[in-house]
């Protein structure tokens, strides 16, 4: 039997590095004095792998489909889209189980809450049926990357295009004077009157697959994903919490949330509930965020990297209403320092994305992206010393010396990368030879073929030289 090798096993001659610590975001500094933060703590404690990423999220979706129906700001109900993207393993099963062991506790003394949950619809017809019940919900849905793809793409089925109209009407139809309009069908009884006010808050978690099929520009265009809060976490795996099977919710915790859940049933039909107020130096923020993002969108023009700050104002008005009304649901009051607080998750989140779409890990593959990478590669090669390369990219220690780089490093470094994976009928490398090919014809790099390279350094292979240094930031 093989023997196995643990983080401790030097016997192997290897030293397995444990996992690196959470990167911070801005979403892990929920306010104090809010019960979003206590359902934070409860459900990052009982995680077996925590992520205080994944559990600000849990909470913050949790909480919106309790108070959303019932809390307005600006006219609008406190229902949100969330993505959570993460990598395989890294405990987003938090938000399911942990919400449902929030849901259970409070079931315990008011069974109608179990109401408040739901998974996967499989139609528009499903989800307006459902609503129709109860206005209020919450769709947990698991691996997000596979309804993005099915309900965005262009061969999408009409009963797939359909839920995607849905998604998008529903969005913004919470505040307290919409309504979302039903359906005929020839039975009455199947039919589906208008439904008023419906609060319907998605929350679903994906790989960074999800996050490709969110960016394709169909996706942008039509405004699904600006509707979403996206929040992405890097974190490694971490080990698991052995204390996660002991951690009990505080009965406290338990009694203010089924005592509210009571009172937004109570106040559903008819729907009475309470519009959000401001500081003034919160709404000042408000508006100055607004304009920052109009302008971004003006400047981006038709492209993604503009649409996508499209609601980025109305998230963050949301997610600070949510976390006024966990301060007093009854009263709620936006001060500045949650204002500026929700303005900094999305700003992040958004900026988050845009940099994972420059760098060309997410998002459309173009050409520019691809001249982006192999430009910073070549300039990569150039700044590194030699015994700081990869050995994995095979680098000849004498044409780094003469900062000529040959194909063997390029395809190392960037054939497993996104924007060269292959695409139809190009091979990895057909992707990164047009590139160079670009490049050379623009004058930024000089080729040299294989005798030359032969008669000059004794390799026979091909090589290109950098031509304009200025082209590559050197």
């Known amino acids: 039997m093989a023997k196995l090798i643990t983080p401790f096993d030097e016997t192997e001659g290897k ?23 206590e359902i934070q703590q409860f459900l990052y404690a009982q995680s077996h792998r925590q992520n205080l990423t994944i559990a600000s999220v849990a909470a913050i979706a949790l909480w919106a489909g309790i108070v959303g129906r019932n809390v307005n ?28 062991k929030i849901i ?17 619809f499989a139609s528009s017809q499903a989800i307006l049926q459902h609503l ?8 947990i849905q698991a691996e997000g990357e596979y309804l993005f793809r099915r309900i965005t793409s262009p061969k999408a089925s009409q009963n797939e295009q359909d839920v995607l109209q849905t998604l998008l009407d529903l969005y913004h139809k919470s505040g307290f004077q919409a309504s979302m309009p039903g359906y005929r069908k020839a039975r009455v009884e199947e039919s589906v009157g208008s439904i008023a006010s419906p609060c319907f808050t998605l929350v679903t978690e994906s790989t960074f697959g999800a996050v490709d099929a969110l960016l ?7 405004g699904f994903t600006p509707r979403f809060l996206i929040v992405m976490t890097k974190a490694d795996r971490p080990y698991d919490n052995p204390s996660a099977s002991e951690v009990r919710l505080d ?54 990297e503009g649409i996508i700050w499209n609601r980025s104002h109305l998230k963050a008005l949301k997610l600070a209403a949510s976390i006024a009304a966990g301060i007093n649901p009854y009263c709620p009051h936006i001060e500045a320092d949650v204002m500026r607080w929700a303005i900094k998750v999305e700003r992040h989140n958004v900026e988050q994305l845009l940099a994972e779409m420059e760098s060309g890990e997410v998002g459309e593959s173009t050409e520019d992206v691809r001249l982006g990478r192999v430009t910073k590669a070549f300039a990569d090669y150039v700044l590194t010393e030699h015994h700081l390369l990869s050995k994995g990219y095979r680098v000849s ?15 190392n470094k960037l054939g497993n990368t ?19 090919k670009v490049l050379v014809e623009k004058g930024d790099l000089i080729e040299i073929n294989k005798v030359q390279m032969f008669k000059e350094t004794g390799h026979s292979v091909e090589g290109w030289m950098i031509g304009n240094p200025r082209s590559f930031g050197l």
């Open 15 to 37: 030293t397995l590095a444990p996992p690196k610590p959470e990167e911070w975001h801005p979403i892990h500094d929920i306010p104090k004095n809010s019960v979003v933060y």
């Open 132 to 139: 129709q019940n109860f206005p209020a919900t919450l769709s």
């Open 216 to 222: 394709a520009y169909d996706s942008v265009k039509k």
């Open 418 to 436: 996104a924007p060269f994976r292959k695409n139809g009928y190009k091979e990895p490398r057909d992707l990164i030879r047009d590139s160079l």
């Open 397 to 411: 220690s004498d044409l780094h010396e003469r900062r000529i780089v040959a194909f063997t490093y390029l395809h």
């Open 73 to 100: 700001v600006s006219g609008e109900g406190l229902n949100q889209y969330v993505l959570l993207v993460a990598g395989t393993g890294r405990g987003k099963e938090t938000i399911s189980k942990g919400i449902g």
């Open 104 to 120: 259970e506790a409070i079931a315990q003394t008011v069974p109608e809450a179990r109401n408040l949950v739901s998974g996967r």
């Open 251 to 304: 009965p406290y915790l338990v009694e203010k949330l089924a005592g509210w859940y009571c009172a937004t049933k109570a106040n559903s039909n008819p729907l009475r509930g309470v519009n959000v107020t401001f500081s003034p130096e919160a709404e000042d923020l408000h508006n100055c965020f607004d304009r920052e993002t109009t302008d971004l969108m003006n400047m981006g023009g038709d492209r993604p």
